[in-house]
Every structure is written in C-alpha cells, then in structure tokens.
C-alpha cells in the first residue's frame, strides 16, 4: 500500500496543502509515522501550527453560510453517497487501520463498519431537526427547533482512526455545521483517504477541514 514514505498534507478548503510551518522546507517540521504493524515508518505527518489552524478554521467559517442553509434533503444526499463511498473502500480502510494502527484485519474492518453505522444515525437526524411541540397549558404551546451552530471542532485520539472521528463528523455535517477535523499524528493516513471520499460523494468545499500534527 504504501511503497515509498508519502508526506500527509492538510486538508483544507476541498484540497491538499502543505502546512504554513513547512512550507519553507525546515528541518524537523515532519514527524515520522512508525506502523505498530511490522516497524517501518509509513510516510511522515506535518507539525502544524496555530497559523494552519486558522486557516482551516476560515475555510469552514466561509462555508457554513451556504451550507447551513442547504436543505436537510440535499445535505443527507451527500451522505448517502459518502456511505455508499464507505462500502465499497471498507476493506482499503481496514488495511489502512491494521498498518498505521496494529489492529488485526478482523478488528480493523469491525471498527470501518461501526462507523458506517454512525453515518446512518446520522441520516436520522433531519427528523431530530424538525423540533417539537408541546402544549403545556391551556393556550400556551412550547416548541423547540435545532439550527445550526457553527465551526465545530474535533480532536480525535488513536485507537480508532475511522470510527471514532464518525461520532462527530457526519453527525455535525448532517445538521448543517462545518467542522475542522484533528486526527492523531499516530494515524494520520485512514482519514486522509475519508476526507477524499467526502470529496468524491459531494461535500462542498471547506465544509470539513483536516489539520494534522500533535497536541502543541
């Protein structure tokens, strides 16, 4: 899968770019990423800074205006693709897992289908959208309603690189937010390859944004 040591790039604005610290080439601005799996190193993953934060974060800010306002039809059409997506690359995923995290295959495919099932509650969520009604007293009706909040952020931890980040990311999407996404600098590559098939199923740009590199 991986023949030679790829340089992950951030994720921002619908496209691939490199990192504002290392744009100018400096020593150090990459981390290596060691699979678990046989001990080689994989590629390497970006030290991103603050400076690429900010970035991404007026990525998502310029997108939410148009797509907070697109119907919830529309949005979860987009997810509907995106889980048709995730079916047929399952097994790439798993892969992915199993080299940049040590899972076995078994193990590694569950976790990519636990979050395909994620993305199916989160087609639920248009009906959670429409709100609710209650007559609390005679002539008094209290009713609730769900609108969209922002740019939301996500920092996500190691263990599973696919599904974990599927408990915020299309749930958030499907209710109309954009999102800046932080993977683990563990295992950067699984949601690199998700980010792609986002791209592919429709999602606007700078709707979700990726920025990889550690905790500082």
């Excluded at 940049?100 to 994620?118: D, F, P, R």
């Amino acid at each position: 899968m991986f023949s030679q040591q790829p340089r992950i790039r951030n994720w921002i604005n619908g496209q691939f770019v490199d990192p504002v610290s290392t744009t100018s080439a400096q020593e150090g601005a990459y981390l290596p990423v060691t699979s678990p799996y046989n001990g080689q190193v994989m590629g390497h993953v970006p030290l991103s800074t603050a400076d690429d934060v900010t970035k991404a974060v007026e990525a998502a800010k310029a997108a939410f205006p148009v797509w907070s306002n697109r119907t919830l039809k529309d949005r979860a059409g987009i997810l509907i693709r995106f889980h048709s997506l995730l079916t047929q690359h399952a097994d790439e995923l798993a892969d992915m897992v199993v080299l940049e995290h040590g899972k076995n295959k078994a193990e590694a495919l569950a976790s990519v289908l636990k979050g395909q099932e994620t993305v199916e509650y989160a087609l639920s969520l248009p009906q959670v959208a429409q709100g609710n009604n209650l007559e609390v007293s005679r002539g008094i009706t209290c009713y609730d309603t769900r609108v969209p909040l922002g740019v939301v952020a996500s920092v996500v931890p190691f263990n599973f690189p696919v599904m974990v980040p599927m408990w915020t990311l299309p749930i958030a999407i499907a209710m109309g937010n954009t999102m800046v996404l932080k993977p683990s600098e563990k295992v950067p590559f699984t949601m690199t390859k998700v980010v792609e098939l986002l791209k592919e199923a429709g999602l606007p740009d700078g709707v979700v944004n990726l920025v990889n590199g550690t905790a500082d």
